[in-house]
């Protein structure tokens, strides 16, 4: 049995995804500056590339502030071939400035978590 592993996991402005299924991450972040106040509306676009066993699994998506409950959570069931390449579009809205982190799961177990720093920024 593979055991799951992670090549990527990074947020982006934008991933564009080309005829011969190749990715292009387009201004990789981890830092947010709000210019409106909050709560702000944003949408996350998430790289994630992974291998693991064949078959049927759970993938969970999450956001939570630092010490906080889940902000918000996706899940998809994925019929995988060894190696995974995926974007999830997540709509987030973002209440306060602090430290936010994005965790992966595959089928319970996390495969990866990267940060989110949110700033207010006066216009």
């Known amino acids: 049995m593979t055991v799951?592993?992670?090549k990527?996991?990074?947020i982006c402005e934008n991933i564009i995804v080309d005829q011969a299924g190749r990715f292009s991450l387009i201004n990789?972040?981890?830092h947010?500056?709000?210019v409106s106040q909050f709560p702000a509306n944003h949408l996350l676009k998430i790289y994630l590339s992974f291998f693991a066993p064949q078959g049927a699994h759970k993938v969970i998506?999450?956001?939570a502030i630092s010490g906080?409950?889940?902000v918000v959570e996706?899940?998809?069931l994925l019929d995988l071939d060894n190696k995974v390449d995926f974007v999830v579009e997540m709509p987030v809205i973002v209440e306060s400035s602090g430290v936010y982190f994005i965790t992966a799961l595959l089928d319970g177990q996390e495969l990866s978590k990267t940060d989110l720093i949110v700033e207010e920024v006066k216009a």
């Open 61 to 63: 998506i999450s956001l």
């Open 68 to 70: 906080q409950e889940k």
């Open 8 to 10: 990527a996991f990074v």
């Open 32 to 34: 947010l500056n709000v």
């Open 28 to 30: 990789i972040y981890n």
């Open 74 to 76: 996706h899940e998809f």
């Open 4 to 6: 799951p592993q992670i």
